[in-house]
């Protein structure tokens, strides 16, 4: 994954220090929680909520971030808003429309069938590690953002 080099490159692009990318990125977090060191020093066990504000402040794709060093060329394209509560519904909806039951997919992806049925639940309070998310795209071959994004907006890719 690329989460490290991509923040470095998007902070060299703005001219920015952690602090100042801290404070215009995540102002929602106090001045002293250093988020973009943490990020980029890879301290988080689940980086996806910070992951997921970047992608869209900047208008990137999520897979693009996560899989590939991204450039100038990727930024401000114009992509549905990606939210960990769309998860639910649009992970229920991709692999029933493929016929892929519930049992197969925590095989497949060597996350515990437990684990897999609370995913397919709707429960606000779950959120979905980082790594099980990419996993589960895998598994059922849609991208990071078919997943998170709102089914009723247009993905409309550079």
Not at 124 to 149: A, F, H, P, W
């Given at each position: 994954?690329?989460?490290?080099?991509?923040?470095?490159?998007?902070?060299g692009?703005?001219?920015?220090?952690?602090?100042?990318?801290?404070?215009?990125?995540?102002?929602f977090?106090?001045?002293?929680?250093?988020?973009?060191?943490k990020?980029?020093?890879?301290?988080?066990?689940?980086?996806?909520?910070?992951?997921?504000?970047?992608?869209?402040?900047f208008?990137?794709?999520?897979d693009?971030?996560m899989?590939?060093?991204?450039?100038?060329?990727?930024?401000?394209?114009?992509?549905?808003?990606?939210?960990?509560d769309?998860?639910?519904?649009?992970?229920?909806?991709?692999?029933?429309?493929?016929?892929?039951?519930?049992?197969l997919?925590?095989?497949?992806?060597?996350?515990?069938?437990?684990?897999?049925?609370?995913?397919?639940?709707?429960?606000?309070?779950?959120?979905?590690?980082?790594?099980?998310?990419?996993?589960?795209?895998y598994v059922?071959g849609?991208?990071?953002?078919?997943?998170?994004?709102?089914?009723?907006?247009?993905?409309?890719?550079?």
């Amino acid at each position: 994954m690329y989460i490290e080099e991509n923040i470095k490159f998007l902070r060299g692009l703005n001219h920015l220090s952690q602090r100042t990318f801290d404070r215009i990125i995540f102002p929602f977090y106090s001045a002293d929680t250093y988020v973009t060191y943490k990020l980029e020093n890879n301290k988080y066990q689940n980086p996806l909520p910070f992951v997921i504000t970047i992608v869209n402040h900047f208008h990137i794709s999520l897979d693009k971030f996560m899989y590939t060093v991204i450039t100038e060329n990727d930024i401000n394209a114009v992509y549905a808003v990606r939210n960990s509560d769309y998860f639910y519904s649009n992970f229920n909806n991709i692999r029933k429309s493929q016929n892929i039951p519930l049992k197969l997919i925590a095989q497949k992806s060597d996350i515990p069938l437990n684990t897999i049925i609370n995913y397919s639940r709707k429960n606000n309070y779950r959120i979905i590690k980082l790594e099980n998310l990419c996993t589960i795209s895998y598994v059922l071959g849609c991208s990071l953002d078919d997943l998170l994004s709102n089914p009723a907006d247009d993905i409309i890719p550079n």
